[in-house]
């Protein structure tokens, strides 16, 4: 898949969720939309990378206080004087966000999946991913933090720094 169509398939999963309002949705279904700042936590991967920049858009279904989501992202981290090239991350996940406190203020997620990882000037390959984190509803606003990561022989690990929309619940 060429970073072009991906690129273009998370502005449309963005858009999209941008145009849904709360009226549509009642307490069983979802969208969200969010900005990212990536911060490399994983020593090699913060020796290789300076920061990320990026967004992600998913659906949730449940009920209560429990929704499955899924989401796509796009994640472009600058590399460093001595790096090989700007990395780009394009995952792919399923997950589970549990919302706590009266009025469902709170919450809790974990996702797993599959990334695609793209180093400029180099490889292309894909890669288990996941992430486990928190965050607060505000209104339409998400505000949360995730550890997020891929598994495999260049391995890494971050903080996610978001901010968005959601409408529904």
Request: hydrophobic share 40%; no cysteine.
């Amino acid at each position: 898949m060429k970073p072009a169509f991906r690129f273009s398939m998370v502005i449309a999963v963005l858009l999209v969720s941008g145009m849904y309002t709360g009226a549509q949705a009642q307490k069983l279904f979802f969208v969200f939309a969010h900005g990212v700042y990536a911060s490399p936590v994983q020593t090699d991967f913060k020796n290789n990378y300076s920061y990320g920049l990026g967004a992600e858009g998913g659906v949730g279904l449940g009920t209560g206080k429990t929704f499955f989501t899924g989401t796509v992202g796009y994640t472009f981290f600058n590399a460093r004087p001595e790096a090989t090239g700007n990395l780009t991350y394009v995952p792919m996940k399923l997950g589970v966000r549990r919302y706590f406190l009266p009025g469902n203020l709170l919450f809790i997620h974990a996702d797993a999946g599959v990334a695609n990882i793209k180093v400029k000037g180099g490889s292309s390959y894909s890669r288990a991913t996941g992430d486990i984190g928190a965050g607060a509803k505000l209104g339409p606003f998400d505000v949360g933090v995730a550890y997020n990561g891929f598994t495999g022989d260049n391995h890494a690990s971050w903080l996610d720094f978001k901010v968005g929309w959601k409408f529904g619940l």
